[in-house]
């Protein structure tokens, strides 16, 4: 009981909000997080890579906090239109190159703040994976004296990563440049119960819908074939939740 009394948190009755309090757990504050690690303020540039339920998170959050532009990068069309829901420019990085796109389009000034969702399984156009792909655009993109924001999965060793460095969790990435530039790079996993009691009241009060996202909710007994689905990222199937 102790633990429950520390780690539950209180909802209000009824199921008029439930879907967007599913994403109460993990994903709204981990997007959160992101944010928080980026520096994101009013009026600040902000540059997502990876449209993923966190990604799209963590713009969802950059535009609650303030920021002039969000930008969100992904290879997946069926993600990037959701984003343009929120107010976020959608960049396909299997037409044109992540960094330029955003360089060109902020007058080569590139961006304050950026925010890490995809994590060391990073994978091309053409689904190739690269371990330092992300952050070494990030390290592109974001101005002198900007601020990086690492929430996706990073892990002291994996013996089926792609390259000999990335499994024993090392990512050589251009920390040079980025030392260069005086960005400053965060990370960590969600500290959840940091955010979730703020979070929960702005659903509450609804400033925000997280749900919008969701684009499935089927049954138990279908869950085996939706997850198959979700995880080859069929076209469509960016969230889904279970019923009981």
Not at 90 to 104: C, M, Q, R, S
Not at 108 to 122: L, P
Not at 136 to 141: E, G, H
Not at 145 to 159: F, L, N, R, S
Request: proline residues 5%.
């Amino acid at each position: 009981m102790a633990w429950a009394d520390f780690n539950l948190l209180k909802l209000p009755d009824g199921t008029e909000k439930e879907a967007n309090f599913t994403i109460l757990p993990d994903i709204l504050p981990t997007g959160y997080h992101g944010a928080e690690l980026a520096m994101v303020a009013p009026g600040k540039t902000v540059a997502v890579f990876g449209a993923g339920p966190v990604g799209l998170m963590a713009a969802h959050i950059a535009l609650l906090k303030g920021a002039a532009r969000v930008f969100v990068m992904d290879k997946e069309p069926d993600r990037l239109k959701l984003t343009e829901q929120i107010g976020a420019t959608a960049i396909n990085f299997a037409d044109t190159p992540a960094a330029d796109a955003i360089l060109e389009t902020t007058g080569g000034f590139g961006v304050d703040c950026g925010i890490e969702a995809v994590g060391y399984q990073a994978h091309d156009h053409t689904d190739e994976e690269h371990p330092e792909m992300v952050l070494d655009n990030l390290v592109s993109v974001v101005r002198a004296t900007g601020h990086i924001g690492v929430v996706g999965v990073y892990v002291p060793e994996d013996p089926k990563a792609s390259t000999d460095l990335a499994k024993e969790g090392r990512i050589a990435f251009n920390y040079g440049q980025a030392f260069t530039k005086g960005i400053s790079i965060a990370g960590s996993q969600c500290p959840v119960k940091k955010y979730n009691r703020e979070l929960r009241d702005l659903i509450i009060a609804g400033r925000s819908t997280p749900s919008w996202f969701v684009s499935h909710e089927v049954s138990l007994d279908e869950a085996v074939d939706a997850y198959a689905r979700f995880d080859k990222r069929e076209d469509g199937y960016t969230k889904v939740l279970l019923h009981p």
